[in-house]
């Protein structure tokens, strides 16, 4: 009997070890997009406007990101006003940077446009990726806060790849790593998501955003204000002359 019990428990303890190992970069990807609303709920979604308060190294600064889903995100940071502008759209991206130099807007280096042009969707590069050439792939398992996150990894058309890593009880975002090509200088960006919440549209979406840059500074934001489906003229996303 005790022979048979032992054995039982091994079964059963095989079982759960083969459906965790079972779980695949799509499976892992689907109950994302899931937990956050659903393709259904995402897709109607016109508009995103949020502003957030943003902490760099003891700076205290203002963030105000708009989003026409599909078409374009720009997001304006104001610190001790020095205002910065990114925008990607459907067709490029631009931006203006007085902190590093760069007063007057420019086109946007096609590595980083390339990189971050899944922003201008609700949802990120999960919910468009593989119609933009993406691919995913379950790279395993890593510790994050006492849990066993889930890994995926992003690769770009150009071979460019990125993390991303899912809570495995709610199958949120938890954590993104990826390098980026700003004016000519590559970061290493670690971005860790938390704290939650439903938006008025139903979905989910992190308030609390905290960005470790090269391993030398942090930047801490916290979201203060969302509105969503709000009517956003398209001529905000052109590049100014």
């Given at each position: 009997m005790k022979t048979k019990r032992i054995?039982?428990?091994?079964?059963?303890?095989?079982?759960?070890?083969a459906s965790t190992f079972a779980q695949s970069a799509d499976d892992v990807i689907g109950n994302y997009v899931k937990a956050i609303g659903g393709q259904k709920l995402?897709?109607?979604?016109t508009s995103l406007y949020m502003e957030s308060t943003m902490d760099v190294q003891g700076m205290e600064g203002m963030t105000r990101t708009t989003i026409l889903n599909g078409k374009g995100m720009l997001q304006e940071t104001d610190i001790m006003g020095s205002v910065s502008s990114t925008c990607y759209t459907d067709k490029g991206g631009w931006?203006?940077?007085?902190?590093a130099g760069i007063s007057s807007p420019e086109p946007m280096p096609e590595s980083q446009y390339e990189s971050g042009k899944f922003q201008i969707f609700i949802g990120g590069p999960f919910v468009k990726g593989a119609s933009e050439g993406y691919q995913f792939e379950m790279t395993g398992r890593e510790s994050v806060g006492g849990k066993s996150a889930y890994v995926i990894k992003m690769t770009l058309p150009d071979g460019t790849a990125s993390t991303y890593l899912f809570d495995p009880d709610t199958y949120y975002m938890i954590r993104s790593t990826m390098e980026i090509d700003a004016q000519g200088q590559v970061m290493e960006l670690e971005v860790n998501y938390s704290d939650y919440r439903k938006t008025e549209a139903g979905h989910m979406m992190p308030f609390s955003v905290d960005i470790n840059v090269n391993d030398q500074f942090t930047l801490n934001t916290v979201v203060q204000k969302v509105e969503m489906n709000k009517d956003v003229d398209p001529a905000i996303?052109?590049?100014?002359?």
């Open positions: 054995l039982t428990l091994s079964l059963v303890s095989l079982f759960f070890m995402l897709s109607k979604i931006s203006i940077n007085p902190m996303f052109a590049m100014p002359e």
